[in-house]
């Protein structure tokens, strides 16, 4: 029997790595409680902020911290627990706040409820680069480029709303439905099942709607995740050093991540790459109390 889960995010392209440290600009009330246990095989994340409210809803304190310091997933180091233990978080904007001063506050917040020390650092590490292949870019422009949606947004026959991602998951792979996402943030969703950060460097701009089906390397960042039983280096991917993927993959089973994208004219290139890291220091388990 096929399994799945769902996964209703909200892709954000990521402004660069920036030095802005918590200030003063808090939520004027915050609520922080354990998320319930879920369906086993169907996992919802909403993360949303609009009307002066913060809503997320069986977020991780990696997706905090990572939506807070305006970063990627891949570049966050710090306690592996940080991505598995999930949380819902009510808060209210103060007065005259705007959602572009959401990460200031989200960072004030995790200081001060979970008491969160980072640092940052620059390293170098292994990557796969997602170009444009030798044909060029093959991609369907997004039928509706408006804003993204709200995660929790009701679309017919379960469909993943415009700028969010469902995902499924049977023995043939993982199936991702991805509307009206930029390829940045295609990359960013991909880095979770594949064993390199996807880091995008085509410079194509818009948004795009994707629909892909591969065999996962790995589930890093997804609730429940770690390695996957059908990945593992070289599940499929490229070999290192670069080259090609092997062609001998059964087929019942779905290609790599790496042969999904060169449907779209796309291709991931093994690289190494200087890459700014945000390494937590400390953070509690459990916040202090509302």
């Known amino acids: 029997m096929k399994s799945s889960f769902a996964c209703a995010l909200i892709l954000s392209c990521c402004a660069a790595f920036g030095q802005q440290a918590a200030g003063t600009l808090a939520f004027e ?32 304190l990696k997706d905090c911290v990572r939506n807070a310091f305006r970063v990627k997933e891949f570049q966050i180091e710090g306690p592996e627990w940080m991505g598995n233990q999930r949380f ?16 200031e506050m989200l960072q004030a917040l995790l200081t001060e409820r979970f008491k969160l020390t980072v640092h940052r650092n620059t390293k170098e590490g292994a990557i796969y680069a997602l170009v444009a ?23 017919p026959g379960g469909a993943p709303p415009r700028g969010g991602v469902m995902m499924s998951m049977g023995p043939e792979g993982a199936h991702l439905k991805a509307p009206s996402v930029t390829v940045s943030g295609l990359a960013e969703m991909i880095s979770r099942f594949a064993e390199r950060p996807v880091v995008d460097m085509t410079g194509i701009e ?13 589930m ?37 991540i790496y042969d999904s994208v060169q449907q779209y004219g796309l291709k991931l290139e093994p690289r190494k790459a200087p890459m700014e890291m945000l390494v937590v220091d400390h953070i509690e388990k459990t916040p202090t109390e509302n």
């Open 29 to 60: 009330v915050a609520s922080i409680k354990l998320s319930e246990p879920q369906q086993m095989g169907r996992i919802r994340i909403m993360m949303n902020t609009d009307g002066g409210m913060l809503r997320y809803s069986n977020v991780s």
């Open 88 to 103: 819902d978080i009510v808060a209210k904007f103060p007065e005259g706040a705007t959602e572009k001063q959401v990460p």
């Open 133 to 155: 292949g030798k044909n060029g870019p093959k991609l369907k422009p997004a039928e509706t480029t408006a804003p993204a949606a709200a995660p929790d947004a009701k679309t």
């Open 206 to 218: 818009g948004q795009y709607d994707f629909d892909l089906v591969f065999t996962p390397e790995t």
């Open 220 to 256: 890093r960042g997804m609730p429940g995740g770690g390695r996957g039983p059908m990945g593992g280096p070289g599940a499929g991917g490229p070999p290192p050093g670069g080259g090609a993927p092997p062609s001998d993959i059964p087929v019942e089973r779905a290609g790599s």
